[in-house]
């Protein structure tokens, strides 16, 4: 039987994530998050948002992102958040958040199912007013939306005012890489 050697690709495909500077923009691909999406089993509210106190996981309500010491999390639908953590501590998220929710909860591992790219830098409404139709104008900082880039289902998080994250389904990645930047090249 052959030896294999697997090596881990980037949802772009590259052993390295990409890195594009674009005028006074970046586009980066972050491959050093985990991700977990966490639902409330009814009837469980009070426990889960106990629990999350406790290992101080914010549970940001509707529309918004929010940071603690080691958790992130986004709000995704009534009852349901994204929670992010670092991959290095937290390859397997599932498996933490279970010890932290128990049967408070329905985790679901989502790390691999996404790709993530923040688009750094100055004036990002005029970048994103031409890709979705989230006003960053008007959002405030850790506003978290669904929207719709280039026919591409995503999340888009306004971690700063110079600094968004898009999060997009890892089988399109290359297209929504491809629409970011296109879109930059025509904006800068």
């Known amino acids: 039987m052959a030896d294999l050697m697997l090596a881990p690709l980037t949802a772009l495909g590259h052993v390295l994530p990409e890195q594009h500077n674009i005028g006074p923009v970046t586009l980066t691909e972050v491959i ?13 509210e009070a ?39 670092p991959f290095a501590t937290h390859e397997d998220i599932r498996r933490a958040l279970l010890a932290i929710f128990g049967d408070t909860a329905a ?11 923040d688009v750094t830098g100055a004036d990002l409404p005029a970048l994103f007013e031409r890709l979705c139709n989230l006003d960053l104008r008007a959002a405030p900082e850790g506003a978290a939306t669904r929207s719709v880039i280039d026919h591409i289902g995503c999340y888009v998080i306004r971690r700063s005012a110079s600094r968004i994250s898009v999060l997009g389904p890892r089988s399109s990645a290359a297209a929504l890489w491809h629409a ?9």
């Open 107 to 117: 985790i679901t591992e989502q790390t691999d199912g996404w790709v993530r790219i």
């Open 180 to 188: 970011l930047e296109t879109t930059a090249r025509s904006v800068f």
């Open 32 to 44: 050093d998050t985990a991700l977990g999406s966490l639902a409330i089993r009814a009837g469980r």
């Open 47 to 85: 426990d889960l948002a106990a629990a999350a106190a406790a290992a101080g996981i914010p549970l940001p309500g509707p529309g918004l992102w929010a940071q603690g010491p080691l958790w992130q999390a986004f709000w995704m639908t009534p009852g349901m958040w994204m929670v992010e953590a």
